[in-house]
């Protein structure tokens, strides 16, 4: 057996050094004269040990991180080849306790495999399940996916079956598969690592879909924020049609799918999968009304599935082992497992692909081992900016999107920031309305308006300028958004601020802060921003 | 670092036609003009409008409504700052502060010597190492204002 040597290529690894100790690892290696292969795996998802090197040995994969590449020499020369000691070694990768202690089905290969060989996608159980479903027939697949139980990943939780179903149902000369790669949420980066670190499976997860409604045609709707993955996803899919896996005949089957990837820019908005619509036809991703449903009346006016990266790359292994494996996975109606994403202010930052059920407690600190500033945790904020923000007392509550909904929360797209106690909630509150007035896409006039006359509100509740009717106008406001908006941003925007005002109202009656010194308020800064 | 050209028509006129043809071309032709010019110039608009027959009001429309596309010339060096939640909770806000400070600009805008252009980004999918920033298409991880002051340099240097 050849060694092997794998440095992440994962955007968040290069973002900490992978690139240089990937370069550093290759001059040891051609200074030494050793004749072995650099592979650029994606990420495990431990970011704090990134950039995270793994060699493999007889013995299987031995993890070495965080590496720098002051530290590279000196792992050669301590044999780490052959997993020898070393300060940085961490043991099995696979026995590392944050990994072993997860149940890897939509990432099971993501870090493991190089993410732009179709070979090794294949060998790690690639492709099986859409050898499976051109076995089966259309109402068959769409039937599988029901009984998995999944529901849509992106954060609002519909059953991706009946999604799908609709669209089966809906004749039309053309329909679409659409991905919605928009992953614009802070605290999440599940999508992108799928993207960038098994980018097939999500290839292979839209055909399957193509092919179980009746869609000829995909397009990956890709934020501009993430061009390491928009890069390899244009790779693979130039790779998955060389190799006949996209194309006018998929896998020999005769059935034609064809796949585009498409480049965001810079719209928070877009993530909304009408939004999304829009600005695929090349126009102002403004939301559409609803009804029709995209299943009905989509993309160009066509059926369309909008699907999530997520739940998109979790079909292969439903239509591979079947729904009821999948099924068998989480609580209540929560099936299957969560990609947790723990980010902020968290010691062991990374991802944790999980059954439903877990509580918030375990993963911060069973996974995440706590705050990383070591100062206590005060809040963490659960599903993107439009999640609630839940104190200390709230941390047994389940991921699972029915517990988080009963406590006036959100799970979404699971992603957990953590916030010590450094945080002060009145400016987390002011920040989401500030937030949504940058993001509004201006079509209902709640959230266009109301978000600016949220953010001058909290700004005199801050000041204590007539403070408890203030925190009464907010109150009107946040209903008169929750109730009046076309959708979830301005429809959620009050989960953030009401959930800071109810679990943390001490924040909101402190003495009015000094005015600023130096003229630069915020409000201006935000205004100045364009 | 940029490495645009300056604004040619015909240039831009070439470019737009390899991409008329794609179903919802707009989005691909105002990236490709932009990585091509760095910003979006005025004279794109009736160019554009014409060959995908639209009015002059809906390019512009597109145009202003997506914060990527600028319609002024960018500093040699872009330089995104992640200023959402999980990048607020590791003290993202001060750093920025640092970096307007030493630049002498607020977020949004461009140093008078053009070298940076500093923009607000709100999350860059880093959220497990914050604060996050990106300069000239790279990603950094866990930026501290010595980090941030370390990048800067090198980007003068490398000016």
């Known amino acids: 057996m050849s060694v092997k040597i794998y440095v992440p290529c994962d955007a968040a690894a290069v973002s900490v050094g992978a690139d240089a100790v990937a370069r550093a690892i290759a001059e040891q290696i051609a200074s030494r004269r050793l004749g072995i292969s650099v592979v650029r795996n994606g990420s495990r998802g431990m970011f704090w040990l990134e950039p995270l090197v793994e060699v493999e040995t007889p013995q299987g994969r031995v993890a070495y991180g965080p590496v720098s590449v002051d530290a590279v020499s000196g792992l050669f020369d301590a044999r780490f080849l052959e997993g020898k000691a070393h300060a940085l070694r961490l043991g099995p990768t696979e026995e590392i306790p944050f990994l072993k202690r997860q149940e890897r089905l939509t990432f099971a290969r993501c870090g493991v495999t190089d993410p732009l060989s179709l070979s090794d996608y294949v060998s790690h159980g690639g492709y099986r399940g859409l050898e499976k479903a051109l076995k089966l027939t259309q109402q068959t697949i769409v039937e599988e996916v029901t009984t998995s139980g999944l529901r849509g990943r992106g954060g609002a939780g519909f059953p991706t079956g009946i999604k799908w179903r609709t669209v089966l149902n809906a004749p039309a000369d053309q329909k679409y598969i659409v991905c919605n790669g928009d992953e614009g949420d802070s605290g999440t980066y599940a999508d992108r690592m799928i993207m960038e670190g098994d980018p097939f499976v999500l290839i292979e997860g839209m055909t399957i879909a193509g092919i179980a409604v009746g869609a000829t045609s995909g397009y990956i709707y890709i934020r501009s924020e993430y061009p390491h993955a928009f890069r390899t996803l244009e790779r693979a899919i130039t790779i998955a049609n060389d190799k006949g896996y996209l194309g006018a005949n998929v896998a020999g089957s005769g059935k034609r799918f064809d796949l585009v990837v498409r480049l965001g820019a810079g719209a928070y908005i877009c993530g909304e999968e009408t939004s999304l619509l829009e600005s695929l036809e090349g126009k102002r991703g403004q939301i559409r009304f609803k009804p029709p449903l995209p299943a009905i009346s989509g993309l160009f006016g066509k059926p369309t599935v909008v699907n999530n990266v997520i739940s998109l790359a979790t079909v292969p292994i439903i239509l591979d082992k079947g729904g009821e494996y999948y099924k068998n996975f989480g609580m209540g109606k929560s099936r299957g497992t969560l990609t947790i994403q723990l980010a902020g202010n968290i010691k062991r930052g990374g991802l944790v692909e999980k059954a439903f059920g877990l509580t918030l407690r375990e993963a911060i600190y069973d996974f995440g081992g706590g705050t990383a500033s070591g100062r206590p945790l005060r809040a963490v904020q659960v599903g993107g900016p439009l999640g609630a923000y839940f104190p200390e007392s709230l941390l047994d509550t389940p991921l699972d999107y029915e517990a988080f909904a009963e406590r006036k929360g959100m799970l979404g797209h699971g992603g957990i920031v953590v916030f010590d106690d450094t945080v002060d909630l009145a400016r987390q509150a002011r920040f989401a309305m500030e937030f949504c007035a940058v993001e509004s896409c201006g079509k209902c006039t709640p959230c266009r308006v109301g978000s600016t006359r949220g953010v001058e509100v909290i700004d005199r509740i801050i000041a204590n300028q007539d403070r408890m009717q203030n925190l009464e106008l907010l109150d009107d406001l946040c209903e008169v958004l929750t109730d009046g908006s076309l959708c979830a941003l301005g429809g959620l925007i009050p989960f953030p601020v009401q959930s800071a005002i109810r679990h943390f109202p001490e924040d909101f009656h402190k003495p009015a802060p000094p005015p600023p010194t130096n003229g630069s308020s915020k409000a201006q800064e935000s205004q100045s921003w364009r | ?159």
């Not at chain 2, 760095?38 to 809906?58: C, F, M, Q, R, T």
């Not at chain 2, 330089?79 to 002498?104: N, T, Y």
């Not at chain 2, 140093?111 to 190492?129: I, K, R, S």
């Open chain 2, 1 to 159: 670092m940029s490495k645009e050209q300056a604004w040619d028509a015909d240039r831009a006129l070439s470019r737009i036609r390899e991409l008329e043809h794609l179903p919802g071309a707009l989005l691909p032709i105002l990236h490709a003009l932009q990585d091509e010019f760095g910003y979006l110039d005025k004279a794109a608009v009736p160019l554009i409008a014409e060959v995908l027959n639209l009015s002059h009001a809906e390019v512009h429309g597109v145009i202003s409504f997506y914060h990527d596309f600028r319609r002024s010339p960018p500093g040699k060096h872009l330089l995104k700052m992640c200023r959402a939640e999980a990048c607020q909770s590791m003290g993202c806000e001060s750093m920025i502060r640092h970096v307007e400070d030493r630049l002498g600009v607020h977020l949004g805008e461009t140093t008078e010597d053009g070298a940076f252009t500093v923009d607000a980004v709100y999350c860059l999918g880093n959220c497990a190492l914050s604060p996050a920033v990106m300069l000239d298409g790279k990603l950094y991880g866990r930026v501290s204002r010595e980090v941030a002051d370390f990048l800067i340099d090198s980007a003068q240097r490398h000016a």
